[in-house]
């Protein structure tokens, strides 16, 4: 079945130590999305890749950045994690540019710890 | 600023009922609203798109209705099983060059019981 696929499930770093999370998908969309999720919260937009373009979120901290060598790749790096970044990170997908209002594609997350 | 509020964190309700979860929103005007089902430690999972020209839209026992008027999206499940049982999110979307990016809100925390 075709899906997004997000690893590791489950991410434990330390304070100020680089951390990244992969994200893969075989439904060839043209858009990957990166949110962060914590408890009892709306997932909350980092930042998106359209095609190759990267659009950053105003309010995303410098701390975050992301990587997407190819359709089907995409990495989230958080340079130094502080506590607060402790969260569910969930990749998404969706196909834009064939009609609008196309569902988004998530993958089970990863839920990163922060020692 | 945008604010988009679902009626309750947590509703409870009797196996054979009708759920009904409100989406209210503000300072928005959005193309479309779309409700996803995201279960403990899961991605959420699409289940229902609804645009701003439609009253109401079907899909085996769950239904949603959009009233731009009134700014909210309700959405019903039917004879509700304890497999409903789960956080339903709503999110809105606009027309446009940015079409495909949604906002969510919170979600609901659906449990039936038994």
Same mark, same amino acid.
């Given at each position: 079945?075709?899906? %997004?696929?997000?690893?590791?499930?489950?991410? %434990?770093?330390?304070?100020?130590?680089? %951390?990244?999370?992969?994200?893969?998908?075989?439904?060839?969309?043209? %858009?990957?999305?990166?949110?962060?999720?914590?408890?009892?919260?709306?997932?909350?937009?980092?930042?998106?890749?359209?095609?190759?373009?990267?659009?950053?979120?105003?309010?995303?901290?410098?701390?975050?950045?992301?990587?997407?060598?190819?359709?089907?790749?995409?990495?989230?790096?958080?340079?130094?994690?502080?506590?607060?970044?402790?969260?569910?990170?969930?990749?998404?997908?969706?196909?834009?540019?064939?009609?609008?209002?196309?569902?988004?594609?998530?993958?089970?997350?990863?839920?990163?710890?922060?020692? | 600023?945008?604010?988009?509020?679902?009626?309750?964190?947590?509703?409870?309700?009797?196996?054979?009922?009708?759920?009904?979860?409100?989406?209210?929103?503000?300072?928005?005007?959005?193309?479309?609203?779309?409700?996803?089902?995201?279960?403990?430690?899961?991605?959420?999972?699409?289940?229902?798109?609804?645009?701003?020209?439609?009253?109401?839209?079907?899909?085996?026992?769950?239904?949603?209705?959009?009233?731009?008027?009134?700014?909210?999206?309700?959405?019903?499940?039917?004879?509700?099983?304890?497999?409903?049982?789960?956080?339903?999110?709503?999110?809105?979307?606009?027309?446009?060059?940015?079409?495909?990016?949604?906002?969510?809100?919170?979600?609901?925390?659906?449990?039936?019981?038994?």
């Amino acid at each position: 079945d075709a899906m %997004v696929i997000q690893n590791p499930r489950y991410q %434990v770093t330390q304070f100020g130590k680089p %951390v990244t999370l992969s994200c893969s998908q075989t439904l060839n969309h043209n %858009v990957m999305y990166w949110y962060q999720q914590k408890s009892s919260q709306a997932p909350k937009l980092l930042f998106h890749y359209y095609d190759k373009d990267f659009n950053n979120e105003a309010d995303t901290p410098d701390n975050f950045q992301s990587r997407r060598p190819n359709t089907s790749f995409c990495f989230l790096d958080i340079r130094s994690p502080g506590l607060g970044d402790a969260a569910m990170y969930l990749c998404a997908t969706s196909r834009a540019g064939t009609g609008p209002n196309q569902p988004q594609h998530f993958g089970d997350g990863t839920r990163l710890s922060i020692l | 600023s945008q604010k988009i509020e679902q009626n309750s964190e947590a509703l409870n309700i009797q196996e054979g009922k009708t759920a009904t979860l409100t989406c209210n929103y503000t300072n928005y005007s959005p193309a479309y609203l779309q409700w996803y089902r995201q279960d403990p430690g899961r991605g959420p999972v699409f289940l229902l798109l609804i645009r701003e020209n439609e009253k109401e839209k079907r899909k085996e026992r769950l239904k949603v209705t959009f009233d731009t008027t009134l700014k909210q999206s309700l959405f019903h499940i039917t004879a509700s099983q304890p497999a409903d049982s789960a956080t339903y999110l709503c999110a809105l979307g606009d027309s446009g060059a940015g079409s495909y990016q949604l906002t969510f809100g919170k979600g609901t925390k659906l449990s039936v019981i038994p």
